[in-house]
């Protein structure tokens, strides 16, 4: 069983659009996160989450909204779509007050 | 930008030892020091993180020096399948809005 799965795997859409990209993992975590990969390789953190807490790094426009239906869930809205946004997203979760994040194999989305 | 300095690209023959350095002399007293490394199109995988001492685990080693202002990252036997971008990165507990990965470095197995 995949502890973290994304979907969708790729993503092209128009600029404008609005999308999501929705995360789940089974590891009884309760802390998620949210990373971007840009096209310099630099994977940065846009969020993180738990039943507490959102955790929003200052640099991430409100166009970027995370969803957390419930604990093993945690969903990345976009509005109004950018060129560059353009980037791979990685979802990962841990446990909440432990370092080691297990990641999601990643989204790849383009935006045309 | 990433408080972590690696270099670019390393490489090393199958079976041998690999140390992968990372400087990171602005460290403050409570940032951990974690490896994670990435293989092609895979997300990145969580290897080792340590605070002041040296660390093992079934896949590396932590060599944390005595100032903390660099560490090593020891593979004891490099296999065809460690071949990937390895990151060091300092990490806040309660601070993950400033968490980096920085460029890391890509590590090459020659067979």
């Known amino acids: 069983d995949t502890a973290v799965s994304q979907t969708p795997k790729y993503l092209v859409t128009q600029m404008g659009n609005d999308k999501s990209i929705k995360c789940e993992q089974n590891l009884g975590h309760d802390t998620m996160y949210w990373y971007k990969q840009d096209s310099k390789k630099f994977l940065k953190i846009m969020f993180s989450y738990n039943n507490k807490e959102l955790i929003i790094n200052e640099t991430v426009p409100n166009r970027f909204s995370p969803k957390s239906p419930d604990k093993a869930h945690l969903n990345l809205h976009i509005n109004s779509l950018e060129l560059g946004d353009s980037a791979v997203y990685f979802c990962a979760s841990s446990r909440y007050g432990y370092n080691e994040q297990f990641f999601g194999p990643g989204t790849r989305l383009t935006v045309l | ?111």
């Open chain 2, 1 to 111: 930008d990433a408080k972590t300095t690696q270099p670019n690209s390393m490489e090393s023959n199958e079976e041998e030892p690999v140390h992968l350095p990372c400087n990171h002399s602005t460290i403050s007293g409570t940032d951990y020091i974690h490896w994670y490394r990435q293989l092609p199109s895979q997300g990145p995988e969580y290897v080792i993180h340590g605070l002041t001492s040296n660390v093992n685990n079934r896949m590396a080693s932590l060599a944390i020096a005595e100032d903390r202002k660099s560490s090593t990252l020891i593979l004891h036997r490099a296999t065809l399948r460690d071949a990937a971008v390895y990151y060091c990165i300092l990490m806040t507990m309660n601070r993950d809005d400033k968490i980096i990965f920085g460029k890391g470095t890509r590590l090459h197995i020659l067979p």
